[in-house]
């Protein structure tokens, strides 16, 4: 299935990508996501997860043309 | 209203025209509002720059979220957010939030709501520059 990927702030820096896409076997959760794309970088447990600008726990089922997003807390206003 | 804007504001037209387009006058008895503007300093260094990063769409929809949320718990007339992205200056406004309601207890109680909210839920990000480099704001102020 293929998969949107969205990286912001310090995340797209350290993986130096901003939006691609990825092909991932059936049933992948967000963390198994993070893996395929990360280089080898560990999640912090600080990382924020959403599926369709939807926040989401990273145990959260991906599924087909999903867009699945990564960044750090949030620091607005 | 929400509005993200990627050039500098003035809070205070942006509300005097805003509250002119609602067409309420004699219907509102409170107006709250918070401006929040960049600082020169953060965590004891000089702060020369911002660049704010946000996730179009997420972002909008978050603060729509916010706004159906407050509307739901508190009696209100009309609600008015603008956020800055991309350059900011020492100084520029970041964001206004403004709530119109018949008394002030609603007003005063849903822009606090609003602001803490926004701070904690809606994707933006802070980048600052700094004297010897930049770095990202890796979390808010506590109040």
Known sequence: MSINIRLFASLREKIGKA?????ANKATTVKEVW??????????????????????DSDHKVTDGDEVAFFPPVTGG | ????????F?????????????QINGKYGATAVFVGSMRDFNEGDDVQAMTLEH??????????????????QWELIDILIIHR?????????????AVWSAHRANAFDASRYIMEELKSKAPFW??????????????????
Request: proline residues 5%; negative net charge.
């Open chain 1, 19 to 23: 939006e691609f896409n990825i092909e």
């Open chain 2, 85 to 97: 992205v991309g350059d900011i200056s020492p100084n520029d406004p970041i964001v206004l939030v």
């Open chain 2, 55 to 72: 996730y179009p769409g997420m972002t909008e929809k978050h603060l729509d979220k916010i706004v159906q949320t407050a509307r739901q």
């Open chain 1, 35 to 56: 893996t395929l794309i990360s280089n080898d970088l560990p999640m912090q447990t600080n990382t924020l997860c959403a599926i369709n600008m939807e926040y989401v």
């Open chain 2, 1 to 8: 209203m929400i509005q993200i804007r990627e050039k500098a």
């Open chain 2, 126 to 143: 802070k980048k600052e520059t700094l004297s010897n480099g930049v770095r990202w704001v890796e979390k808010n102020t506590s109040g």
């Open chain 2, 10 to 22: 003035q809070p205070w037209d942006e509300l005097q025209s805003y509250q002119d387009s609602l």
